[in-house]
T-cell receptor, first 115, second 114 residues
Framework: DARVTQTPRDKVTEMGQEVTMRCQPILGHNTVFWYRQTMMQGLELLAYFRNRAPLDDSGMPKDRFSAEMPDATLATLKIQPSEPRDSAVYFC?????????????FGPGTRLTVL | GQSLEQPSEVTAVEGAIVQINCTYQTSGFYGLSWYQQHDGGAPTFLSYNALDGLEETGRFSSFLSRSDSYGYLLLQELQMKDSASYFCALRPPALKAGGFKTIFGAGTRLFVKA
């Protein structure tokens, strides 16, 4: 049963610390998304990749956030330095681009708390 | 830009039928999707409408009318386990070749009562 995996599942850190979240997309999927979910803002798209190339990171605060795909099996989202307002659940999702079809498979998420 | 509007909450009784509406503003898009999310869980894909009309998947159906900028998710024979948040989402025209950006609505929280 193929699924997206994310680590860590929970992260508590102090303001100013670096946070790295990892995602393993489903094998064969060529599109990877990073979302952030909060009660106030809902589900926001931060960045996404197609065939490992970044296509859109306009939803991401550029000064502290960075997203990369060093290989087809790993996507990373890094926050440096972290701030309390970054506290949220971060989801990674993967999919297969096929015409207009839009099914995305979400990982379990990383719950980040910045104190 | 693009925006989607959904009711924040809907309450229904077990065994009943409930419709969750989604209205949107966009200059164009590829299709409307629906996702379900239980508390503490991840969104899971339910359905996708590329064309106008009704798509049926078991107890769930989704409808799209591009002329009315409107879609809905219909849940039949409601069960307690259907209590969750439901999100509509659309994929706007790509700014870059192969673009696959998705915009999500704020979600509708469905409460199913016994």
């Amino acid at each position: 049963d193929a699924r997206v995996t994310q680590t860590p599942r929970d992260k508590v850190t102090e303001m100013g610390q670096e946070v790295t979240m990892r995602c393993q997309p489903i094998l064969g999927h060529n599109t990877v998304f990073w979302y952030r979910q909060t009660m106030m803002q809902g589900l926001e798209l931060l960045a996404y990749f197609r065939n490992r190339a970044p296509l859109d990171d306009s939803g991401m605060p550029k000064d502290r956030f960075s997203a990369e795909m060093p290989d087809a099996t790993l996507a990373t989202l890094k926050i440096q330095p972290s701030e309390p307002r970054d506290s949220a659940v971060y989801f990674c999702a993967s999919g297969r681009t096929s015409g207009a079809y839009n099914e995305q498979f979400f990982g379990p998420g990383t719950r980040l708390t910045v104190l | 830009g693009q925006s989607l509007e959904q009711p924040s909450e809907v309450t229904a009784v077990e065994g009943a039928i409930v419709q969750i509406n989604c209205t949107y503003q966009t200059s164009g898009f590829y299709g409307l999707s629906w996702y379900q999310q239980h508390d503490g869980g991840a969104p899971t894909f339910l359905s996708y409408n590329a064309l106008d009309g009704l798509e049926e998947t078991g107890r769930f159906s989704s409808f799209l009318s591009r002329s009315d900028s409107y879609g809905y998710l219909l849940l039949q024979e409601l069960q307690m386990k259907d209590s969750a948040s439901y999100f509509c989402a659309l994929r706007p025209p790509a700014l870059k070749a192969g673009g696959f950006k998705t915009i999500f609505g704020a979600g509708t929280r469905l409460f199913v009562k016994a």
